[in-house]
């Protein structure tokens, strides 16, 4: 089953707009990570953020975490096309190397 | 530095017909993942290896599906018979273990059972 679920599932903005996507999760977890996919290619790593973590960023990506909430939100600042892409979140099994993915949110940056 | 390599990058074969999906992790990452991707069940994990051990196979979904690791630079990803529903894209990814940190994910053979 589903550890992380991104919402919303797809996503449209024109360029130099703000882009967020939600993941929430249901277990106890040690981090969360978020993962960038283009189209016809593998994942690709953006950001980790720990469990005794609340915010991290990394240029113009933000990620926050709600432990309490178990749920983490990822910002994507003046967004460009090359941003196009699905959005996954990632969750460990509990201090296991597994990870479990969500099923995505697939943003459009319009030009 | 060269990232996971897998191969092919497509392959369509008839159903019946025996599939090796192969890949080349990062060198000096010591945790290998297989996954398939599809549409209605997203990114599944398959199975897993540490140090060329399989650590958790539970998500091989019959018994028509193999992985092996030989050594520390080279696995593979079998089924036999392939079956029409088999047909995902299959992605391979390493990493450090004991990091919890990010996976590196190959580019995926797309593969389709006619």
């Known amino acids: 089953s589903q550890q992380g679920e991104e919402d919303p599932q797809a996503l449209s903005i024109q360029e130099g707009e703000n882009a967020t996507m939600n993941c929430s999760y249901k277990t106890s977890i040690n981090n969360l990570q978020w993962y960038r996919q283009n189209s016809g290619r593998g994942l690709v790593h953006l950001i980790l953020?720990?469990?005794?973590?609340r915010e991290k960023h990394s240029g113009r990506l933000r990620v926050t975490l709600d432990t309490s909430k178990k749920s983490s939100s990822l910002l994507i600042t003046a967004s460009r096309a090359a941003d196009t892409a699905s959005y996954f979140c990632?969750?460990?099994?509990?201090?296991?190397?597994?990870?479990?993915f969500g099923k995505g949110t697939k943003l459009t940056v319009n030009p | 530095d060269a990232g996971v390599i897998q191969s092919p990058r497509h392959e369509v074969t008839e159903m019946g017909q025996e599939v090796t999906l192969r890949c080349k992790p990062i060198s000096g990452h010591n945790s290998l993942f297989w996954y398939r991707q599809t549409m209605m069940r997203g990114l599944e994990l398959l199975i897993y290896f540490n140090n060329n051990v399989p650590i958790d196979d539970s998500g091989m979904p019959e018994d028509r599906f193999s992985a092996k690791m030989p050594n520390a630079s080279f696995s593979t990803l079998k089924i036999q018979p392939s079956e029409p529903r088999d047909s995902a894209v299959y992605f391979c990814?390493?990493?450090?273990?004991?990091?919890?940190?990010?996976?590196?994910f190959g580019d995926g053979t797309r593969l389709s059972i006619l």
């Open positions: 990814a390493s990493s450090l273990s004991n990091s919890l940190g990010p996976q590196h």
């Open positions: 953020i720990r469990s005794n973590e």
């Open positions: 990632a969750t460990d099994a509990g201090g296991s190397e597994k990870l479990v």
